[in-house]
């Protein structure tokens, strides 16, 4: 007990730390070179009231750079890492499954195909302007969830096997319906498929407006649950006669996960392999406590996204590779690492 | 303490508990025996509220357990399974307060009363030496005496036993059974325990509950219920029955 809480006063700072370093190396790549200091310069100069640097020492467009375009992109990696990897650990300690993903209940085909949809038939919801694409992507990964959860739903109670095979029932069937879509689509096919690979390009503020409160609130939240998560894995008729309400607890804990999935997929894309790799290598790192493992996941997830667009940004510049190909390219080879390293079963 | 009344459950038109009523008095530990198939599990689950009976009424605290919440049942009452704690990577002190669960709120974190408490268990039942190490490197039962250390942290008033000593040896049997009497004698539990082994249930009960089929096919001390007569027509098998040499309760030899 005692030990398990030091090892996060300890982790959860140098987590936060190596997360601001990233950041802020994040924001020095590209093709114009701009110091780490002079981002932080910037940075400052935006706080109200601080004036520390009062006569600009930067052109204009170097503040552009910094402020309005890289800033705004490596903010939302790392807040769309965060809500992935914290659906992936919540996903997997709710279905007690380790291969699930925050994809696993169908979220992604679902915001995949309303977003494929949105590209099509070039739809505008006019009061919705530019945030139609992701209002309606997380539209149809919602409708996707709240199916695969009443499919399973049996005499009031959802049983885990079925709720597992009911996501792959939906996802197969939405799935079909988005290669439909993209088989009758023609210009618009190059541009679905990027999307659906994962991209942090073209963000501004107003994506991070709109979801950095709703993952920071839902972080918030799920804390909450950490004891109820811990419990779930004694098993589910242990956690029963312990006190915990399994079908309620089990209910609010894949809304909330499937929010956040919902939120992050529809203003990046389906980046794949954050939600499975970061939960389980914070596991292997340092045991399946969820006191542990769900605060460290959340910075681990935001570390490991914000590495990975760099990657994706840089390697090929002026290219840009698919977030979701560096996921999977960087996190598998270290995940298997990991999983050969491991002494004995984590999960 | 416990009072069932015409309790039954039916599964697809098929009566698995039928018509079953008894009632345990505080304090008492009660043996629910009977072979496979007859609805013991199905009473601690109905009575644990896992399941819902389809007719009849349990009251526990003369409260309808349907009235309980998951948690306020919880208060009240423990149970322990065969299969107990799933070996899940946490450290033994970390699953024995769990235990504590109930008694917190829903913000409320648990505190140095409650730390106290999970060490003054982990004394009682030997595990103190564990008390650092991983849930799933224990043996089946040591992972046993876990789960009724983290019962004992729950202070029940009733504590509910479904075949616990099923994958035990007979040292291990002996002591989980032993811890189990302590505590009844120290604080007044009440026990309901399901056991196959009639010779355990004979010694450790003060009142048995023979059932077949669903239903209650009598109720009275070991003295009355291990019987001759009585077990064939159950048991289907025609044991022995002879008197244990120091205590002289019946026993029987298969
Ligand atoms: N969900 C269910 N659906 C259908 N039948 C069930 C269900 N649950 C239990 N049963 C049936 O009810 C009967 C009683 O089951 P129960 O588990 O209560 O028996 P038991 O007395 O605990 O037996 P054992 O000694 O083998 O553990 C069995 O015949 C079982 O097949
Ligand atoms: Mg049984």
């Not at chain 1, 110091?35 to 940075?43: A, D, G, T």
């Not at chain 1, 925050?102 to 070039?122: D, H, N």
């Amino acid at each position: 007990m005692k030990n398990r809480q030091s090892k996060l006063w300890i982790w959860f700072p140098i987590f936060s730390l190596i997360l601001l370093m990233s950041m802020s190396l994040s924001v020095t790549l590209g093709a114009a070179n701009i110091s780490w200091q002079l981002v932080w310069q910037i940075i400052f100069s935006k706080i109200p009231g601080l004036n520390l640097f009062n006569q600009a020492s930067w052109s204009a467009s170097t503040e552009t750079i910094v402020w309005d375009i890289r800033l705004p992109r490596v903010l939302l990696g790392a807040v769309v890492g965060a809500a992935l990897a914290l659906a992936g650990a919540i996903y997997q300690g709710v279905l007690r499954n380790p291969l699930a993903d925050p994809f696993i209940l169908g979220v992604s085909s679902g915001a995949s195909f309303g977003a494929a949809l949105v590209f099509v038939f070039g739809w505008q919801v006019f009061w919705l302007g530019q945030f139609t694409l992701p209002a309606v992507a997380f539209l149809f990964g919602f409708l996707s969830l709240l199916i695969v959860y009443f499919l399973s739903r049996v005499n009031n109670k959802v049983r885990l096997e079925t709720i597992i095979l009911a996501g792959v029932v939906v996802q197969s069937f939405v799935g079909a319906c988005l290669s439909l879509v993209l088989a009758l689509s023609n210009e618009q096919l190059q541009t679905i498929v990027f999307w659906m690979m994962g991209s942090l390009a073209l963000t501004d503020w107003s994506y991070n407006q709109i979801i950095f409160p709703i993952i920071l609130s839902i972080s918030v939240i799920s804390t909450f649950f950490i004891k109820e998560l811990n419990m779930l894995g004694l098993g589910e008729e242990a956690a029963h006669h312990s006190g915990v309400s399994v079908q309620r607890t089990r209910f609010i804990l894949l809304i909330l996960a499937s929010i956040i999935t919902g939120a992050a997929v529809s203003v990046s894309g389906a980046i794949g392999f954050v939600g499975l790799v970061v939960p389980h290598i914070i596991r292997l790192m340092f045991g399946a406590d969820y006191r542990v493992v769900l605060p460290l996941s959340i910075i681990g997830g935001a570390i490991f996204l914000v590495g990975a667009d760099a990657f994706a940004r840089t390697i090929l510049a002026p290219r840009e590779i698919p977030l979701g190909v560096v996921t999977a390219f960087l996190g598998a080879p270290f995940f298997g690492y990991l999983l050969r390293r491991a002494k004995r079963g984590y999960f | 303490m416990l009072d069932l009344q015409n309790v039954s459950k039916t599964v697809d038109e098929k009566p698995i508990v039928n018509q079953v009523s008894f009632s345990v008095q505080k304090g008492k530990s009660i043996g629910l025996i009977g072979p496979n198939g007859a609805g013991k599990s199905t009473i601690v689950k109905l009575i644990s509220g896992l399941e819902k009976p389809t007719n009849g009424l349990i009251q526990l605290m003369g409260k309808d357990v349907q009235q309980w919440s998951v948690k306020k049942l919880a208060q009240h009452t423990a149970v322990l399974t065969q299969e107990g704690l799933s070996p899940y990577p946490i450290t033994v002190f970390d699953a024995v307060l769990m235990g504590r669960y109930p008694h917190l709120g829903f913000f409320q974190r648990e505190g140095k009363k409650d730390f106290d408490l999970v060490e003054h268990v982990l004394e009682t039942t030997g595990l103190t030496a564990f008390k650092d190490q991983m849930l799933d490197t224990l043996s089946g039962g040591e992972r046993q005496r876990v789960a009724i250390a983290k019962a004992m942290v729950q202070q029940p008033q009733m504590l509910l036993l479904d075949e616990p000593t099923t994958f035990l040896d007979i040292g291990h049997q002996k002591n989980i059974l032993n811890l189990v009497k302590d505590w009844q004698r120290r604080d007044g539990l009440t026990v309901l325990m399901v056991l196959h082994d009639l010779n355990l249930a004979a010694q450790f009960c003060d009142e048995l509950i023979l059932m077949n089929k669903g239903k209650v096919v009598d109720i009275g001390s070991s003295e009355q219920i291990i019987a001759k007569e009585t077990l064939e027509q159950v048991y289907h098998a025609n044991p022995e029955i002879i008197r244990h040499p120091k205590s002289n309760i019946p026993q029987i030899l298969l």
